[in-house]
């Protein structure tokens, strides 16, 4: 079967704008030569691909199906040629990130703003996914790179730690541990707690940490983002263990002062002996970064020694 690319974007291009004359604009082509490739296309296929009347083009069922696949290969292959042409200038070009959903809401949003300011031409897409789906897409070429929590199995990742940082608590401010500075993993045995379910990579630490320090508390809720467990929280539903990097900063600052009857302000205290996550960057082990998503892997780098300069 012999199809042209001209073909296709001639096809699309009418197909979407339902005109001949409008798509010949589009593509700076005469509307002869825009009609021609669309039957070409048609005979090539041996289907009709459009209804044609003097009032208006209309995809036909086949064509309706070839438009909604043909608009996707056509956007991948022109993100493609636009990264290609980016390896020759360094200044253009698309760079997929997957992240897990703790540190796509609290460290990419701020590297995707400080990328759009140094490099206009470079665009960077986020996939927002659960840590093993995160390792799933790197794996598998995907992405051209994934942050991460350091991961118990990355012999075939390239892996750079980028950021460490502490379990904290999170509470009411009517509970009796808010009036400590500190709290020891110890105390939270036997205590409710709202924590990360297991999809994510800080999960396996908390347990951990639990488990060492002998802290036997009761799990009452497993779930999938911090807001959800700083509602339940609110709501008295337990504590919660959560990484520092979600947790606002005016919560750090709360005092731990004479504990409030009634309320529902959250505190957070560190928790000692302190247990760090380590926050990572990982591609494949044979796979060489393109010199434009290495420039956003630096700046991802870069934007998480800030923080730990702050």
């Known amino acids: 079967m012999n199809v042209s690319l001209r073909q296709l974007r ?6 979407t704008s339902q005109s001949f004359s409008r798509a010949a604009d589009a593509l700076a082509l005469t509307q002869p030569a825009v009609s021609r490739n669309v039957t070409e296309l048609e005979q090539a296929l041996g289907l009709q691909l459009l209804y044609r009347t003097t009032r208006e083009v209309e995809p036909t069922e086949a064509g309706r199906l070839l438009l909604g696949n043909v608009q996707r290969v056509l956007e991948d292959l022109d993100a493609c040629l636009q990264e290609v042409q980016g390896l020759a200038t360094q200044g253009r070009g698309r760079v997929k990130v997957a992240s897990s959903p703790t540190l796509s809401a609290h460290l990419l949003p701020q590297c995707i703003a400080r990328a759009k300011q140094q490099s206009p031409g470079v665009n960077i897409q986020l996939l927002d996914r659960i840590q093993s789906d995160v390792l799933l897409s790197v794996r598998s070429g995907e992405v051209d790179f994934g ?11 390239h892996a750079q730690t980028i950021l460490t940082e502490p379990f904290c608590l999170v509470c009411l401010s009517s509970d009796q541990l808010a009036r400590k500075k500190e709290v020891h993993w110890a105390e939270l045995a036997g205590q409710p707690l709202v924590l990360l379910d297991h999809a994510s990579g800080s999960r396996r630490l908390i347990d951990a940490a639990l488990q060492a320090h002998g802290a036997l508390a009761s799990v009452v809720q ?6 959800t467990i700083y509602s339940m929280v609110e709501q008295g539903l337990g504590l919660s263990v959560v990484p520092q ?14 504990v409030r009857k009634t309320g529902a302000e959250l505190v957070s205290r560190r928790l000692v002996p302190q247990v760090q996550r380590g926050i990572m960057l990982v591609r494949r082990q044979q796979r060489e970064l393109s010199p434009v998503a290495h420039g956003v892997w630096d700046l991802i780098a870069n934007e998480a020694l800030q923080r730990l300069k702050t």
């Open 245 to 258: 990097l979600a947790i606002p900063a005016d919560w750090r600052s709360r005092p731990a002062s004479s």
């Open 10 to 15: 001639a096809f699309v291009a009418v197909a």
């Open 147 to 157: 942050v991460v929590i350091d991961p118990s199995e990355k012999q075939d990742l």
């Open 222 to 227: 497993d779930v999938g983002h911090t807001t």
